[in-house]
């Protein structure tokens, strides 16, 4: 792209199975942004942010919005439920924020229509015991459809006639599979073509490229967050298949989804929690099924922002993370909930995978099977008796937390340049001199001057 820094640009993306606080990290930067980019993914995502006394609720809309000199993106590889869009939309409007001029959405995103969520409660229902534990919000069926080329994009909302012809079709096919292949109630054409057309009159201003006007904000000089759903572990081809969401996460996707050349993308920040969780089914090496997971759950408020479900807990898994910065890429990572381990006696890692004959892996197999089989090889490390909560300075922290942070970066090979000790904004520590460290600096720098602005 002519006259387009990468140095402008930083993505965001979960490092292990989603939930790891994009959010907080993401809120905390996204003022020093002008333009915020959601890739991939769909309303399965969801964080909470606190902006003064108001909270929204963010699922589609990238979060660059509360801040009012941000220009929100959502990329071709999402897939927009346009009620769910319009829902958002208005609770945005309802606590002041008004997202005309300031949100695109491309035209080439999948939409998921209501047929498309009640065959991913059947297909649910139909798999029994091996379900997905999929978020319910018919994400699957509609990357789905998008794959085998009957999609509607988003284009298709700002032409009421092909939207009713072609909605109606794939309906009434979606409906015939509900019926005759799971028994299960059709959706009402009707209905939902009354609310689809709602939704098109309000959406459809909204619509439009978004490669160019990237391409603009980078010949312009002005940076770029790449906001990525989900997380490495969730990613469609290099996850725990086929426990994984229904879209890349990685930060190829990014371009892919954007149309951008992928040498614009910026340097990309692993968000990590300190220990792990995750929703849903699927192989969970590290999980703790006793009192410290529960102890974990509580304290990290580990209940899903989308549907409430309780998260599995589990120890840091080194491996998984490991794995997680050689596919990604990633320069730096942010470890977020460190308060969470305070006043444990022994914290432990899981430094490598022992399969059922003995061999160690270094990475998890590509086969969710054999992931299953593994055992964990830990290492134990010491706790910390005193508490790590709100410190914002690394020598504030008590000395076996900081070899913790050491412990990880060792394993690791890459920085951690930003450390999370409370769900605060303030509550943040940005740690060494990294480019990437420095980059947040400037950043988070940026963000406290625009509060500081009247
Ligand atoms: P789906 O994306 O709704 O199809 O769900 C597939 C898997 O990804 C399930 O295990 C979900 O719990 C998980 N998942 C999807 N989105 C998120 C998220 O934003 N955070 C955590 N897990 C997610």
Redesign the pocket.
Known sequence: MKGHSSQQALLVL?GQ???EGKGKVVDLLSAGFKAVVRYN?GH???HTVKFGDRHFALHLVPSGIIHAGSRCYMGAWMVVDPLALVAEIADLGEKGVDVNGRLTVSPRATLILPSHQAL?LAREQARGASS??????G??PAYQDLAQRRALRAGVLTEPDRLEADATALMESHNRELELLFGAAPVDIAQAMKSLRQAARVLSPLVGEIGPALNRHGERGEPILFEG???IM?DLYHGTYP????SSCLPGAAAVSCGIPIATLGPALGVMKAYVT?????PFPTEIEDEVGDRLRERGNEF?T??G?PRRCGWFDAVAARYAVRVAGLAGVALMKLDVLDGLEEIRVAVGYKTANGRVLAEPPADARKLAEIEPVYTTLPGWGTTTRGITREKDLPPAARAYLEFFEDHLGVPIVLVSTGPRREETLIRGRSALAERLRHAVHTVQEAAATP
């Open positions: 979960g199975w989603g939930d993914g399965n995502a969801g991913d997905i534990g999929t978020t319910g919000r994400i699957g759903a989900q997380g969730l426990y994984v969401t229904s995750r929703v849903g089914g699927g899903g989308t549907t479900r």
